[in-house]
């Protein structure tokens, strides 16, 4: 195993074909969040068993565009919305967006993938509700802010089709145009 986060807790290594014929590999998702300094094999086993849990109704689903964005923008820009805390929601929305910003800085020419993306994901949204907790401004768990970025990187990667980083529409598809779109807002 070339990973150290508890794979034998994960009941099956990959995810069914979602309604794109992708598939999802749970031990490279726990891998790719380890490399990414998560510590917590429990939330993300947790976390990796929401997702094959709800993939199907995932990858049918809609990304909240508009709250993702001012969630990361709150969170990363350091743009206020009056609120001093943020929920598990929130935090999640705004570390999924924070990953596909770092991924897409990792991911020079394609070399990275979905598995990638939803790991880090996970790690961030780990990273930024210690921090957020340790300043007194995270309310719920840090479970569900964990499954929320995991679950919004699903999406935005099935939402962009699967198709890779710049996808087969040339440029502004795939994960690239993507993130253009989120991250400009």
């Keep these: 195993m070339p990973f150290g986060i508890g794979k034998d807790t994960?009941?099956?290594t990959q995810f069914r074909p979602d309604s794109h014929g992708h598939d999802f590999d749970f031990s490279s998702i726990l891998g790719h969040a380890e490399q990414n300094g998560s510590s917590r094999s429990d939330l993300l086993?947790?976390?990796?068993?929401?997702?094959?849990?709800?993939s199907g109704r995932f990858s049918k689903e809609d990304v909240d565009e508009e709250r993702a964005v001012k969630a990361?923008?709150?969170?990363y820009e350091g743009k206020s919305d009056d609120s001093?805390?943020?929920?598990?929601?929130?935090?999640?929305?705004?570390?999924?967006?924070?990953?596909l910003k770092l991924f897409m800085g990792q991911s020079h020419g394609g070399s990275g993938d979905k598995n990638q993306l939803i790991g880090l994901a996970m790690a961030q949204a780990e990273k930024?509700?210690?921090?957020?907790?340790?300043?007194?401004?995270?309310?719920?768990?840090?479970?569900?802010?964990?499954?929320?970025?995991a679950e919004l990187a699903f999406k935005m990667y099935?939402?962009?089709?699967?198709s890779g980083l710049t996808g087969t529409g040339g440029?502004?598809?795939?994960?690239?145009?993507l993130a253009?779109?989120?991250?400009s807002k």
Excluded: C, I, R, W
Aim: aromatic content about 4%; hydrophobic content about 35%.
């Design 10 to 12: 994960v009941q099956d």
């Design 45 to 54: 086993n947790a976390a990796v068993n929401y997702l094959k849990e709800n």
């Design 72 to 75: 990361h923008k709150v969170l």
């Design 84 to 99: 001093d805390k943020h929920d598990s929601e929130s935090l999640g929305m705004g570390a999924a967006l924070q990953a």
């Design 128 to 149: 930024l509700f210690d921090q957020k907790a340790a300043e007194g401004k995270a309310s719920g768990d840090k479970q569900a802010a964990v499954n929320k970025a």
């Design 158 to 162: 099935t939402k962009s089709h699967g």
């Design 171 to 177: 440029p502004g598809g795939g994960l690239l145009g």
């Design 180 to 183: 253009n779109k989120f991250l």
